[in-house]
């Protein structure tokens, strides 16, 4: 059996996610998702269940507007991060699980070295990611494009948005496929696609940091 993590970014939607919480019930996944705060403030009972449900919920700044590396002034990053962090309150996962916004996938400077700085102070655990096969753009070929991408890696990590219904329509299909070419689901992450583990920053930290001017 091979490891694979699922997470889902951009959430919660009312009318997406709870099919999406749906479908992974059926399978017996439990996975993390990252969502945006100013959409959470909106649909707070959706991630109450996928929280009592046992999946992890995790930040991944306020707005979705922009990647720091964008804009790196420290009171955006500050806000997005934190304004997020006190919405999940008591949702939280115990290591303050945080994902930065690449924008199209893009892992280069995703995460700017002020905003490791910050995520650093308050013990955050910043989770990166080595799959991305747009499902946000390519609602029906995204699942073809999935299996290509994890079928290299050792320990694939792939990110999803639980925001499109006609992209998750493919899910639960998607995951049978996974299960069928023996892959297993691990709610826990590659350890090469975490930054900062808990305030502390890691190796795979420089991966994912550019100078703050970006």
Not at 114 to 137: I, M, Q, R, S, Y
Request: proline share 6%.
């Amino acid at each position: 059996m091979r490891p694979i993590t699922l997470t889902f970014d951009n959430g919660p939607d009312p009318d997406v996610t709870p099919g999406v919480l749906d479908t992974l019930g059926r399978h017996g996944i439990r996975t993390t998702f990252f969502v945006v705060g100013n959409r959470l403030a909106g649909a707070r009972a959706v991630s109450e269940r996928a929280r009592d449900e046992g999946h992890w919920i995790g930040n991944h700044t306020w707005s979705h507007s922009l990647p720091f590396r964008e804009r790196s002034d420290d009171a955006f990053i500050r806000a997005e991060i934190d304004d997020t962090q006190a919405v999940i309150g008591d949702l939280a996962h115990p290591d303050r699980l945080f994902r930065p916004y690449g924008g199209q996938g893009r892992l280069d400077g995703a995460l700017t070295t002020n905003a490791a700085a910050h995520l650093e102070e308050g013990g955050f655990t910043c989770v990166l990611w080595n799959a991305v096969p747009g499902d946000f753009k390519d609602y029906d070929g995204w699942p073809a494009t999935a299996l290509a991408q994890v079928e290299p890696l050792a320990w694939p990590l792939v990110v999803l948005h639980d925001v499109h219904a006609a992209a998750m329509r493919h899910l639960d299909r998607f995951l049978g496929t996974l299960k069928d070419r023996g892959f297993e689901f691990e709610q826990a992450f590659p350890p090469d696609c975490v930054a900062i583990a808990r305030g502390r920053a890691t190796e795979v930290l420089a991966t994912g940091v550019v100078s703050d001017g970006g």
